[in-house]
T-cell receptor, first 114, second 116 residues
């Protein structure tokens, strides 16, 4: 079975500060990992994904995430937060050879303050 | 840029009524999905569809649910007899379907279903 845990349902940062959103996964086989963002009243947009090519993955809007097998983590970071980053962020996992079913975490609401 | 579209954006129905949620996946994609998100909860997988048949479904996807690709562009989710607990945001997604696991799924904006 696969699962993801996102620590912190709400994260608040100041504009220009580091953004760190945490995601830990559980899977019995090598996973594929994704970060999606959801802006108000919109669908889920892919930020980045890990598919075993490189452990440090760069995505859109200046976000990146590092796959750490030893820590079973895939935390999302951005060096400097912008007001437009305020949204809900979802970590998701799917398994190699396990079809394409995405299993999502509970989401983290990011608030960016002036 | 191609995108997944869904109609309607909002639907209100009475308990026991049938609803059909519609999706137009990205045109060259072969894999289609439905997910739902009950208010305040995580996004949950319902079903995946490939080559005109269900390839995987979750325990949520019981006999009250069905999916269909009635023509070359639409992908529908039918709930035969809605229950209060079916109230949720329903997301359609599609992927190219050429490289197996790990493909990017592209999501539509969702249909918010309210069952009264």
């Amino acid at each position: 079975a696969q699962s993801v845990t996102q620590l912190g349902s709400h994260v608040s940062v100041s504009e220009g500060a580091l953004v760190l959103l945490r995601c830990n996964y559980s899977s019995s086989v090598p996973p594929y990992l994704f970060w999606y963002v959801q802006y108000p009243n919109q669908g889920l947009q892919l930020l980045l994904k890990y598919t075993s090519a490189a452990t440090l993955v760069k995505g859109i809007n200046g976000f990146e995430a590092e796959f750490k097998k030893s820590e079973t983590s895939f935390h999302l970071t951005k060096p400097s937060a912008h007001m437009s980053d305020a949204a809900e962020y979802f970590c998701a996992v799917t398994l190699t050879g396990g079809g394409n079913k995405l299993t999502f975490g509970t989401g983290t609401q990011l608030k960016v303050e002036l | 840029e191609p995108e997944v579209t869904q109609t309607p954006s909002h639907q209100v129905t009475q308990m026991g009524q049938e609803v059909i949620l519609r999706c137009v996946p990205i045109s060259n994609h072969l894999y289609f999905y439905w997910y739902r998100q009950i208010l305040g909860q995580k996004v949950e997988f319902l079903v995946s569809f490939y080559n005109n048949e269900i390839s995987e479904k979750s325990e949520i996807f019981d006999d009250q649910f069905s999916v269909e690709r009635p023509d070359g562009s639409n992908f529908t989710l039918k709930i035969r007899s809605t229950k209060l607990e079916d109230s949720a945001m329903y997301f359609c997604a599609s992927s190219e379907g050429t490289s197996g696991s790990g493909e990017t799924q592209y999501f539509g904006p969702g249909t918010r279903l309210l069952v009264l």
